[in-house]
């Protein structure tokens, strides 16, 4: 026995830095490893940290003696797999715990109480890797936890999470307990790191997605009050297991599935740089094959609803739903995959699930598992290929092998060549590809029938396409995210003129690319006479987005029509069909009419439950180009939410609903259900990322202030960026009184007088900061680069500050009253609209901001009305040189190399 231990002590010296010094830092440790005591060893780790000062000492000495004996004893072959998995697991259950109770001793001293921390993914199964994160979710009851007489729940149970995590996450001498990743809350694009059980079960029970249907298969109340925990937990079991069967969420693990391998590999096999969670036939497949079929049937079988992956694999061929050979072979292979993962885990203590893509870093990891390169990726083959191939037959289930779409062999390589095609041969094996079942939406007759139809022009458009070989991969991407193609193929089959046009979209803009891999059916609008129009007024928008159906169906819609415009808005920039400052507007209306629609469904929906407070209402302040009234299609909405003042704040009067709040809990909780309404995924896709840091003390502060607060801290606190900001902020939505008297008070702190000697002062140190911080990208970058629009709007800015004239969130119109001021050169406005023009169109033909392929690059030439790409740099090039010399006129600064 002694001999494993010792041998598995020198891999790991050898072969994993990480536990060579683990083992140096505990030689007490590595003496009862190399004498084979392994449950010993695990007790001597378990007490490492007895002595510690505090209780993030005490976690990281433990986590480093666990981290050396669990690899150990693995590699001596003396804990299996799920030993090692069970220790981390309760390492991280107990870590959770203690943090929880020391953040809430530390503040109050009290004992805990109220807060509880839900385990999901692998932790919740108990099958943590070696080097994995938690991704705990915090929920709080406001009646039970301990706090400060000043500290309002919501406000406390914020305190203790960043204390938690900071407890658990930060480095020091000693290393770190666990990375905490708190992504898989509720809206956590918005919401607090903690969060009441109230709003967590209202969440889950009114506008939850699919994934997170999934998410909860393995969820377990973890650490602190495991009760409410498993109460909450108990909650929302209807929401997880549901008796009917829900195809949106099986849809949508189809979705997963394929924007995972598209990003990791489709089709790729094992070889250095492989990625074993995400690849093909990897650790996710396996999970993701016992969760959809958990998902199918838990709701009727509570037998199957079991938290790890091999018991829920063994339960579902117990049931007759899965072969017993198919468990056996996806439960060893995720074993083992599991295992080679640790080993890569091991050398380093780094997050990786990915082979090393250097051939002598992945002999390394062989090593340390006692194989060698060679034996180990062919092991993975096989394995993988065992996988991939069950789990793709779940997803796709053809009944029989579909008939070839096309001529096979030499014929199809044939006239792949005759079309000019680089590699016609390679090319053919990829279209025969289609034919074997494997693509969802060729299975049926009657969608081979009509893509064998439109098959040839589709060959001869491909062909004609700039990059040929670009746009066959991205026709495949969409093919295969397709759910149903019947009626694009009749529809391109009909009106040809598409095809050319859908080719041009899926060659030139990424985007647009991916918006139709989603969404197949926005070619439709193409085929409409309007389809090359402009939006019209936000009212009319908003009247296209409002339905008469649930909550539910209006974020569905108000995702539909924005997706749709957003689309066509899209292709007329690529067909240079309009100005892109025409673009950028009709994109800023379609953001406002979702803006007010979502408003307004939010308001009534949060209302049903908290009823209204009289009097008080809701202001949504747009800044950055939202503000300005021109977005481009990257743009996310810089959003400032305040509220009316009344007598409800000061006299402490709540809400009139069954639930009542008081005015600030209510309008901060109403702003995060409209953050969530306006960036929350639904079935219909994604809407808008919201950015509401441009508020009242950043990130630390409330989601939404009274206007009263609102003004004295503008007034008497804010820095000189945040009243730059306040240059392009709009009122979008709120009561007329109440909007009138927000542009009263955004009127009285634009027009303060400043210091002019730190008004300089601070707008250069916060440019200079920015250079250092937030360079260039690519050489299109025309926002960042030097003499580019950051620049621009810096000057702009800095003069309405200023001289308090030309006061207008519109740039181009701030501008404009600049130089007629006298301030600034003329030749600035043409090119402010150049450089406009140029972000515009370059967020989709260049999304990156380096230099496009060679079509994409006369697209957006013609876009901008520049003669060709190299004009176009060339006009750049001078845009920017003028701006670099309103600069010097301005700040007596050089931003700009001289041309000689």
């Known amino acids: 026995m002694s001999d494993a231990w010792t041998n598995a002590i020198a891999r790991a010296r050898a072969h994993a830095p990480f536990l060579a010094l683990a083992l140096d830092r505990q030689p007490a440790l590595e003496e009862l490893l190399a004498a084979g005591s392994g449950e010993e060893a695990l007790a001597w780790a378990k007490a490492a940290g007895a002595d510690a000062a505090n209780v993030a000492s005490a976690l990281r000495r433990e986590r480093l003696g666990l981290a050396a004996a669990l690899a150990i004893g693995d590699l001596a072959g003396a804990f299996s797999l799920d030993r090692v998995m069970g220790e981390l697991s309760g390492f991280a259950d107990r870590a959770l715990d203690a943090a929880i109770g020391d953040a809430i001793r530390q503040r109050t001293g009290e004992e805990p109480a109220g807060f509880s921390a839900l385990a999901l993914g692998k932790h919740g199964a108990g099958e943590l890797n070696y080097s994995s994160d938690i991704d705990p979710i915090l929920l709080y009851d406001p009646e039970a936890l301990p706090r400060r007489a000043r500290d309002e729940p919501g406000e406390a149970a914020q305190r203790f999470a960043r204390t938690i995590v900071e407890t658990l996450s930060k480095h020091d001498h000693e290393g770190y307990v666990f990375r905490v990743d708190l992504r898989l809350r509720p809206a956590s694009e918005v919401s607090p790191l903690a969060i009441s059980f109230d709003a967590a079960l209202s969440h889950y029970e009114s506008s939850a997605l699919a994934w997170e249907r999934a998410a909860f298969i393995r969820a377990r109340a973890c650490s602190g009050d495991v009760g409410a925990g498993e109460d909450f937990l108990r909650a929302i079991r209807p929401f997880v297991w549901r008796k009917n069967l829900d195809f949106g969420a099986i849809d949508e693990i189809r979705r997963l599935t394929a924007r995972i391998r598209s990003h990791h590999g489709s089709r790729g096999a094992p070889e250095p740089g492989f990625d074993l969670k995400r690849g093909r036939g990897g650790i996710r497949e396996v999970e993701f094959f016992a969760q959809t079929h958990q998902l199918i049937h838990g709701g009727r079988k509570p037998s199957l609803r079991l938290r790890g992956t091999r018991a829920a694999l063994d339960a579902l061929a117990g049931e007759g739903i899965i072969a017993a050979e198919d468990a056996r072979v996806l439960g060893e292979s995720y074993d083992r995959l599991r295992v080679i993962e640790h080993r890569l885990q091991m050398v380093g203590d780094h997050q990786t699930h990915r082979l090393p893509p250097d051939i002598e870093a992945l002999e390394n990891v062989a090593r340390l598992d006692g194989s060698d390169t060679a034996a180990l990726l062919d092991e993975l083959r096989t394995i993988t290929d065992a996988v991939a191939s069950r789990y793709d037959a779940l997803l796709d289930e053809p009944d029989t092998a579909a008939p070839a779409l096309v001529p096979q062999g030499g014929p199809l390589r044939a006239r792949l060549e005759g079309l000019g095609f ?105 085929i409409d006479t309007t389809a090359l129009d402009l939006p019209g007024p936000v009212a009319a928008l908003a009247a296209r987005m409002r339905t008469d159906g649930s909550y539910e169906d209006l974020l569905d819609r108000v995702r539909r029509v924005v997706g749709e415009t957003r689309f066509a808005l899209g292709v007329q920039l690529i067909e240079a069909a309009h100005d892109p400052l025409a673009i950028a507007e009709g994109l800023c209306r379609t953001a406002e009419a979702a803006i007010a629609v979502c408003l307004r469904g939010a308001e009534e929906e949060f209302a049903r439950v908290h009823g209204r407070i009289a009097g008080q209402d809701l202001l949504v302040l747009g800044l950055g180009r939202l503000g300005g009234g021109a977005l481009t299609h990257a743009s996310d909405l810089d959003l400032i939410y305040l509220f009316s003042d009344g007598a409800a704040e000061s006299e402490g009067e709540q ?14 909780r109403l702003a995060q259900r409209v953050s969530a309404a306006l960036s929350v995924p639904t079935a219909e896709g994604p809407l808008y990322e919201v950015d509401t840091r441009l508020r009242p003390q950043g990130a630390q502060g409330p989601l939404a202030v009274s206007l009263a607060s609102f003004e004295r801290y503008q007034k008497q606190d804010a820095w000189t960026w945040e009243h730059m900001a306040l240059e392009r902020a709009r009122v979008l939505a709120g009561p007329p009184a109440a909007r009138a008297r927000l542009e009263a008070i955004l009127g009285e702190v634009l027009h303060a007088p400043p210091d002019p000697a730190k008004l300089k002062a601070d707008v250069l140190t916060m440019r200079a900061e920015m250079a250092a911080h937030k360079p260039p990208r690519g050489l ?114 050089e931003i700009l190399e001289n041309r000689t």
């Not at 007759?445 to 009509?450: G, I, K, Q, T, V």
């Not at 609903?657 to 008081?662: I, K, T």
């Not at 967020?843 to 190299?870: G, I, K, Q, S, V």
Request: glycine share 6%; with cysteine.
């Open 422 to 526: 680089s590699d016609p041969a390679r090319l053919a094996e990829r279209i025969e590809g289609w034919s074997d079942g494997r693509v969802r939406a060729l299975r049926s007759e009657a969608a081979r029938a009509a893509f064998e139809a439109v098959f040839p022009a589709l060959l001869e458009a491909l062909a004609k396409a700039p990059e040929p070989d670009r746009a066959v991969a991205r026709w495949e991407t969409l093919l295969v995210n397709l759910p149903s193609a019947v009626n694009l193929f009749r529809l391109l089959e009909a009106r040809p003129g598409l095809l050319d046009q859908l080719i041009d979209i899926l060659t030139l803009a990424p985007p647009l690319a991916d918006a139709l891999a989603r969404r197949a059916d926005l070619l439709d609008a193409l």
């Open 655 to 668: 809400s009139d609903g069954e639930r009542p709040l008081g005015a600030t809990l209510y309008f901060n």
């Open 780 to 893: 299109l970058d025309v926002k960042l680069q030097r003499g580019g629009l950051v620049d621009l709007e810096f000057l702009i800015h800095y003069l309405q500050l200023r001289e308090r004239i030309s006061v207008t969130p519109e740039m181009v119109a701030a501008l404009t009253g600049l130089v007629d001021a006298g301030l600034l050169p003329d030749d600035l406005k043409h090119a402010q609209r150049l450089l406009i023009r140029v972000l515009v169109s370059s967020r989709l033909l260049a999304p990156d901001t380096d230099e496009p392929p060679e079509a994409a690059r006369n697209a957006l030439a013609r876009a901008c009305a520049a003669p060709d790409y190299p004009s176009l740099l060339a006009m750049l090039d001078e845009a920017r040189q003028v701006v670099g010399g309103a600069w010097k006129q301005v700040f007596g600064e």
